[in-house]
């Protein structure tokens, strides 16, 4: 008898669960109350490099082949085209930047993803570019809206998508609504306050907040990036982002946000850029910065991931693989993104 498992959310993290689920041979249900502000409003950007601390990604080597291949997969299947290349350029703020970007370009562990400075790097002249810039290799982005399109579509035809609140009431053990499930899955990302069975674990809520604007002079052909990112959407279109408002639960947008991302904005150009759109989502965020995955401490059909933070398409494919790896196989999780992790160190 094939297992069925009943996911809560179809956000990135609960869309990749699916089809791990579904290709390992489980039945699907996922359950999702549209009200998604997190993996819809995302850039979908996909950097293997930490600007901030000119350091790689945690385990971007396991990620970045691993996701190409799931997005490609979930491409062709769907006859559909998400996963774009991505020119990242990134302008350094000081002297230093530039210095450190030299000492790593050359090592074995950066050389895959950081292209060596050229000259035509220090004097790149299509921003402001007073301490020179270096090339991003293997970036890449995410059209959210195409992937969703496309996901929603496999999912439907291997699977079951139910358009609804999901009522925590009507959770009877494995039964809901009538249904007798193996597992519940809770994907509910910066709602997981409302999970009562691991509203223990504390998921930070991150706001973050993005304008589309139009622009006559940004360059269309690479995705600029100092205190902020412009990613090209063509047609001389551009999203700016993005917000960090700690400990945010609110949704809309503000004047504040908007001010702060054209502050950001003018360290790379003095135009006087119109805005057309401004958005707003809360990622769900962890205090170490890792995802929170595993099963329920004493229920043990009821499980969880959650905790992308801010590169939910970066880990989702991998970490939801390694999460249905552990469900169908008893392959045990990777002890830094358990959720065992938080209740040793709470003691429960
Ligand atoms: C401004 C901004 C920019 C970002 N840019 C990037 C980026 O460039 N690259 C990147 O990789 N990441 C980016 N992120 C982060 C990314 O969006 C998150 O990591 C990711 O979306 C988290 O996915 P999730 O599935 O865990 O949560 P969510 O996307 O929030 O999904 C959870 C789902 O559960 C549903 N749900 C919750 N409770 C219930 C219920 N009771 N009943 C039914 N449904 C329920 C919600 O409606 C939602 O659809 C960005 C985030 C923000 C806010």
């Given at each position: 008898?094939?297992?069925?498992?009943?996911?809560?959310?179809?956000?990135?993290?609960?869309?990749?669960?699916?089809?791990?689920?579904?290709?390992?041979?489980?039945?699907?249900?996922?359950?999702?109350?549209?009200?998604?502000?997190?993996?819809?409003?995302?850039?979908?950007?996909?950097?293997?490099?930490?600007?901030?601390?000119?350091?790689?990604?945690?385990?971007?080597?396991?990620?970045?082949?691993?996701?190409?291949?799931?997005?490609?997969?979930?491409?062709?299947?769907?006859?559909s085209s998400f996963l774009l290349n991505?020119?990242?350029?990134?302008?350094?703020?000081?002297?230093?930047?530039?210095?450190?970007?030299?000492?790593?370009?050359?090592?074995?562990?950066?050389?895959?993803?950081?292209?060596?400075?050229?000259?035509?790097?220090?004097?790149?002249?299509?921003?402001?570019?007073?301490?020179?810039?270096?090339?991003?290799?293997?970036?890449?982005?995410?059209?959210?809206?195409?992937?969703?399109?496309?996901?929603?579509?496999?999912?439907?035809?291997?699977?079951?998508?139910?358009?609804?609140?999901?009522?925590?009431?009507?959770?009877?053990?494995?039964?809901?609504?009538?249904?007798?499930?193996?597992?519940?899955?809770?994907?509910?990302?910066?709602?997981?306050?409302?999970?009562?069975?691991?509203?223990?674990?504390?998921?930070?809520?991150?706001?973050?907040?993005?304008?589309?604007?139009?622009?006559?002079?940004?360059?269309?052909?690479?995705?600029?990036?100092?205190?902020?990112?412009?990613?090209?959407?063509?047609?001389?279109?551009?999203?700016?982002?993005?917000?960090?408002?700690?400990?945010?639960?609110?949704?809309?947008?503000?004047?504040?946000?908007?001010?702060?991302?054209?502050?950001?904005?003018?360290?790379?150009?003095?135009?006087?850029?119109?805005?057309?759109?401004?958005?707003?989502?809360?990622?769900?965020?962890?205090?170490?910065?890792?995802?929170?995955?595993?099963?329920?401490?004493?229920?043990?059909?009821?499980?969880?991931?959650?905790?992308?933070?801010?590169?939910?398409?970066?880990?989702?494919?991998?970490?939801?693989?390694?999460?249905?790896?552990?469900?169908?196989?008893?392959?045990?999780?990777?002890?830094k993104i358990n959720i065992s992790r938080?209740?040793?160190?709470?003691?429960?």
């Amino acid at each position: 008898m094939k297992k069925h498992f009943l996911i809560v959310g179809a956000g990135v993290a609960g869309a990749c669960t699916a089809v791990h689920l579904i290709k390992s041979g489980a039945n699907v249900t996922i359950i999702d109350n549209n009200k998604n502000v997190s993996s819809r409003v995302a850039a979908g950007i996909i950097n293997p490099i930490v600007f901030r601390r000119m350091t790689k990604s945690w385990r971007i080597d396991d990620f970045l082949p691993f996701l190409k291949t799931f997005y490609k997969e979930i491409e062709e299947d769907t006859s559909s085209s998400f996963l774009l290349n991505l020119s990242i350029r990134r302008l350094f703020a000081s002297k230093q930047e530039q210095l450190l970007w030299l000492e790593k370009e050359g090592r074995d562990d950066f050389s895959p993803y950081l292209e060596r400075i050229t000259r035509e790097d220090l004097d790149y002249s299509g921003a402001k570019n007073p301490f020179g810039s270096g090339r991003i290799k293997e970036a890449y982005c995410i059209d959210v809206s195409v992937f969703f399109k496309s996901i929603t579509k496999w999912i439907k035809e291997h699977g079951t998508i139910i358009s609804e609140e999901f009522d925590y009431k009507n959770l009877k053990e494995n039964t809901y609504k009538g249904t007798l499930y193996d597992g519940i899955v809770f994907c509910v990302g910066h709602q997981n306050k409302d999970c009562k069975y691991f509203e223990e674990l504390t998921i930070e809520q991150t706001k973050g907040q993005l304008l589309t604007i139009k622009s006559k002079t940004l360059p269309e052909n690479v995705s600029l990036n100092r205190k902020c990112f412009i990613l090209p959407k063509g047609k001389r279109l551009f999203k700016i982002g993005s917000t960090y408002e700690w400990n945010n639960p609110t949704t809309n947008t503000t004047k504040q946000g908007k001010k702060n991302l054209l502050e950001n904005l003018s360290y790379i150009t003095d135009e006087s850029v119109s805005v057309l759109h401004q958005e707003a989502g809360i990622r769900p965020t962890t205090k170490d910065r890792r995802p929170m995955v595993g099963t329920h401490k004493t229920v043990k059909t009821y499980h969880i991931l959650n905790g992308l933070g801010a590169k939910g398409y970066m880990l989702a494919p991998l970490i939801s693989k390694e999460f249905v790896d552990y469900l169908m196989k008893g392959v045990e999780l990777d002890p830094k993104i358990n959720i065992s992790r938080y209740y040793r160190r709470n003691n429960t």
